[in-house]
Nanobody, 112 residues
Framework: QVQLVESGGGLVQAGGSLKLSCAAS????????MYWYRRAPGKQREMVAI???????TYADSVKGRFTISRDNAKNTVYLQMNSLKPEDTAVYYC??????WGQGTQVTVSS
């Protein structure tokens, strides 16, 4: 089973940017879909971005136009570029995929 490790989170001011990485222990090229989701205190889990094995992407309305999901199959890594961050983006971000688990997550905190 492929294991995942998220990294790249941190504390940024509103309007700033962060790039998250999801490093997989094995090949992700044939996985149907990889995705990022987030969990904030008092809120339900929210899917923020999905990328298929054919590189089709889907975004939550709340992040559309600001976040970009991408993948590098040669590096077994999925990325989430986050621009124009808002305080409402504050959450723990997790990476997962079809038939996969998830890692420990990475904390993103956006100050106002």
């Amino acid at each position: 089973q492929v294991q995942l490790v998220e990294s790249g989170g941190g504390l940024v001011q509103a309007g700033g940017s962060l790039k998250l990485s999801c490093a997989a222990s094995g090949s992700i090229s044939s996985i149907v879909a990889m995705y990022w989701y987030r969990r904030a205190p008092g809120k339900q889990r929210e899917m923020v971005a999905i990328i298929s094995s054919g590189d089709t992407t889907t975004y939550a309305d709340s992040v559309k136009g600001r976040f970009t999901i991408s993948r590098d199959n040669a590096k077994n890594t999925v990325y989430l570029q986050m621009n124009s961050l808002k305080p409402e983006d504050t959450a723990v971000y997790y990476c997962s995929g079809t038939l996969l688990g998830w890692g420990q997550g990475t904390q993103v905190t956006v100050s106002s």
